[in-house]
């Protein structure tokens, strides 16, 4: 799933083709993409994009009329763009980009394809009247990149669940998924399965220390990379070769050389260092470690 670093580099690279442009038409593939019937799209068409922003993992169309747009491209959702010039050059399909094709919004700068991969349609399209609609929408979790380590620290608060859980919780942070919570965590050298209410004030600090450095790193590192460019296909992902452990199970630690390590959980999995994060101690596997019972390594062997 896109996360507040992608989503951001999305919004970059929409701003200079869609900002101050009306939106020509909106034609829809998918019936299970849009999730409100009132305002319907309609009212869309001929209207400016005058902002754009992100509401958690959400992208905001905000246009004329105070009508606010907002796409949710869930775990397979994508953008591609098509420009002017490329349009006219070619014979369009009926259906641009394929069967992963949801949406097609036309600009007179270019075209945005929403797409989703695979045969469950969970990308979602909405349209509300006025900005106090649109923040019946918002989780309420803090922003990340508006906060500072101590504010980061404190939302955590005394859980009892895990620090992965509640970086990933909407309604405590705004932004977080799978991947950059692994990356945050081995920046703060904290295991994924601590509970809140166990953290010292020093872990505290190194979350809202680390939760910075990645999200802020990532960020730049992504439009620093695409500059001008819009992201295509297969470039914006949760698996990027520089990760310091998200998606690298097996692979050697960049710190400590020790094989990276997971624990799998219903359609998600952590991936951390025994060593750097845990002592050198691993995570029971729910799954496994109840089937192996007393042959379950406890600890890395060296």
């Not at 980061?152 to 859980?165: E, H, M, P, Y």
């Not at 945050?184 to 209410?197: G, H």
């Amino acid at each position: 799933m896109p996360e507040l670093p992608d989503i951001e580099l999305y919004l970059h690279a929409l701003r200079p083709r869609v900002i101050g442009e009306a939106l020509e038409s909106a034609r829809l593939f998918s019936p299970s993409l849009l999730r409100t019937v009132a305002p319907p799209l309609t009212d869309a068409i001929g209207k400016r994009v005058i902002g754009l922003s992100r509401l958690g993992k959400r992208i905001v169309f905000q246009f004329d009329s105070d009508l606010f747009l907002v796409i949710h491209l869930m775990i397979a959702g994508r953008f591609l763009w098509d420009d002017a010039h490329a349009l006219a050059k070619r014979e369009q399909p009926l259906r641009p980009g394929g069967k992963s094709t949801l949406a097609a919004f036309s600009f007179p700068t270019g075209r945005l394809l929403l797409t989703e991969q695979g045969t469950k349609r969970r990308a979602a399209l909405s349209l509300f009247q006025g900005e106090r609609a649109l923040m019946d929408e918002d989780p309420g979790g803090i922003d990340p990149l508006a906060a500072t380590p101590t504010d980061i620290g404190s939302a955590l608060g005394q859980d009892r669940r895990t620090v992965k859980r509640l970086l990933t919780d909407p309604h405590v942070f705004s932004g977080i998924g799978n991947a950059y919570s692994d990356e945050i965590l081995f920046a703060a050298r904290v295991a994924p399965n601590r509970s809140a209410e166990s953290l010292s004030e020093d872990e505290r600090l190194r979350i809202g220390e680390g939760t910075l450095f990645v999200l802020r790193e990532w960020t730049e590192r992504l439009q620093m990379e695409f500059g001008s460019s819009f992201p295509g296909r297969g470039k914006v992902t949760a698996f990027r070769p520089d990760f310091a452990v998200h998606g690298r199970f097996g692979l050697p630690c960049r710190v400590c050389s020790k094989p990276v390590q997971r624990v799998r959980y219903a359609d998600n999995e952590s991936n951390y260092c025994a060593i750097c994060q845990n002592g050198g101690r691993l995570i029971p596997d729910r799954a496994l470690s109840k089937l192996l019972k007393g042959d379950w390594p406890t600890s890395l062997v060296d």
